[in-house]
């Protein structure tokens, strides 16, 4: 392995990965950063959802930091477009490729 070669005792954690039961339905970690200005933490990812009747996007905007409200978004059986860069990182003993997402779309279910 890659990582193994350039002196790397990390753990490789991949990127996408099977649940046991879900093997059709492969899951990705996908990174969605965030950017600190003063004391307020704000996504750095442009999320956006698609519009059923006219297929328009409408970027929703977030005032802060706020898990939950990304997991309403989330539910399992969402279709997201997204796009993303790769960045290769090896930290605190695990490696990896990270998926950083710079805008996702959301679908109307």
Known sequence: M????????SEWRPVVTRKNGYCNFPTIRLHIP???????????????QKEAASGAEQKLLFSKFNPAELDALFSPGTFVDAFFSLDPYDYQ????????????????K
Not at 2 to 9: D, E, I, K, N, W
Not at 96 to 102: D, H, Q, S, T, W
């Open 93 to 108: 003993q695990n490696a990896g490729i990270r998926l950083v997402a710079k805008k996702l779309v959301i679908q109307p």
């Open 2 to 9: 890659l990582f193994l070669q350039c002196g790397s005792t």
């Open 34 to 48: 965030t950017v600190v200005t003063g004391d307020t933490a704000k996504y750095a990812t442009e999320i956006c």
